[in-house]
C-alpha cells in the first residue's frame, strides 16, 4: 500500500472543515483514499455513496430527506458534480448544524466550471487537489524515477507488469475519457475526433507557448472554441497553463501562457511512445522532462506559493519560478542532463527577479553539486524532499 500525502492533508482538515473535496482527474486514487480515511477517521460513522451507481443515485432522490437522516455521519459522496444540486442544500444542513468533517466530497472537474458549485460552499469547504501518485510517495530505488517518469502516476498505470499493458490501459483510459467522462463532467456536446486530435496537438506542442489560432487552424474551428475545449481538458486535470510572471520591468515580456499534458503516461501514449527505451530518441525528450518536473514541484507547493515560467522576448527565461506573495523566491531551470550548462539568458533572467534560490534540476542521483556561487544543481528527488521545503516554508 502506497501511503499518499493527500490523505494526511484531508484527515487534518476534516477536523477543520465542515466539508472537505478532493478533486482531481480519474483514476487517480481519490476513492481509494477516501475509503481509507472512512476506516481510519469516521469507523462506524462514515456512509460512502458513489453518485456513478445507479443505486446510489436513487437513494438521494430526496436529497434533504436522505441526508438529514444521516446528520450524524460523515458524509463521503464520490463524483459529486453529476448533482451539483446537492451544494445548495449541503449549505442549508451545515448551517442548521455546524460540525466538521461532516462531508467528504469527491469530484473529478474542477468546481469553477460546474454551475452553481464553486461559491455554494464558501467559508464551509476547503477544496484538496488530488494528483496521480507523486515521485515522493514512491520507493526511493533504482529505476523508480524512470519508470515514473515513462508511465506517469495513475495508480493502474504505475503498477502494470509490462509496459505493453500499460500502453492498453492508459488507451482505455484516454478513449473512454473523451468518448464518455468529458461529457458527463460538464454536460457539453463536442465532437469527441476533434477532442482528441487536439490532446495529440498539445503532446506534440509539450511546453509550448500557447497560440489558439494556430491551434484553430490545424483543427479548422474557432479560435473560441479551441480555447473553450482547453479550459474544459484543464477542468478536468488533464492539462496545465502555466502562467507568465510579470513585474515592473523595461524588458518585453511573453505574456501568453505555456500548456502542458499533466501526467507524462498520458504524454507519452499520446506521442505513441510505448516503451521507456523510445523516448530517449523522441523530440519531445527534454520537453516532456520538463513537464514532469514542473507537475512533481506543484503538486507539493503550498498555497501561498505559486508557480509561473519567465520569458522575454529578446530569450531569456526561466523554467519555473516560485513566488510567495509578490516576491520570487526561486529560480529553476530543468534539464535532462547530467552535466547540464546554463544559458546567459538564464543568469540574466536570475539577476532581473533577484532570487536567492536558484537550481538546475537533472535526472542525476547526485544530491547536489555548484554550478557557480548562485546556482546549484540538484537531482530531482533530492530537490523535492530536501531543499523545496525549505524554500517554501
Known sequence: MITRILQEKAEKLLKEFPAVGIIGPRQCGKTTVAKLIQKKVALKTGVYFDLESPQDLRKFENPELFLTAHQDNQVIIDEVQRMPELFPLMRSLIDKKRKSGRFL???????????????????????????????????????????????????????????????????????????????????????????????????????????????????????????????????????????????????????????????????????????????????????????????????????????????????AEVDLILVKGIKPIASIEIKYSENPSISKGFTESIKELGTKNNYIITPSEEKEWPINSQLQAIGIREFLEKRLPKIVK
Open 105 to 315: 466530497l469527491l469530484g473529478s472537474a474542477s468546481p469553477a466550471l460546474i454551475h452553481g458549485t464553486s461559491e455554494t460552499l464558501a467559508g464551509r469547504i476547503y477544496y484538496l487537489e488530488a494528483t496521480p501518485l507523486l515521485l515522493v510517495e514512491l520507493p526511493n530505488k533504482p529505476k523508480v524515477l524512470e519508470k515514473h517518469w515513462f508511465r506517469g502516476g495513475f495508480p493502474n498505470a504505475w503498477q502494470a507488469k509490462t509496459d505493453e499493458i500499460f500502453s492498453r490501459w492508459m488507451d482505455g483510459f484516454a478513449r473512454t475519457f473523451i468518448d464518455r467522462d468529458l461529457n458527463q463532467l460538464f454536460g457539453i456536446s463536442f465532437s469527441p475526433q476533434l477532442m482528441f486530435k487536439l490532446w495529440r496537438m498539445l503532446a506534440h506542442q509539450q511546453g509550448g507557448i500557447w497560440n489558439a489560432h494556430s491551434f484553430s487552424k490545424g483543427l479548422d474551428v474557432s479560435a473560441i472554441t479551441v480555447n473553450r475545449y482547453l479550459d474544459y481538458l484543464q477542468g478536468a486535470f488533464m492539462v496545465r497553463k502555466l502562467m507568465p510572471y510579470h513585474k515592473n520591468t523595461s524588458k518585453r515580456l511573453v505574456k501568453s501562457p505555456k500548456v502542458y499534458i499533466r501526467d507524462t503516461g498520458l504524454l507519452h501514449y499520446l506521442l505513441d511512445i510505448h516503451h521507456a527505451k523510445d523516448l530517449h530518441y523522441h523530440p519531445v525528450l527534454g520537453y516532456s522532462w520538463e513537464g514532469y518536473v514542473i507537475e512533481q514541484i506543484i503538486s507539493l507547493l503550498p498555497h501561498s506559493v505559486q508557480p509561473y515560467f519567465y520569458r522575454t522576448h529578446d530569450g
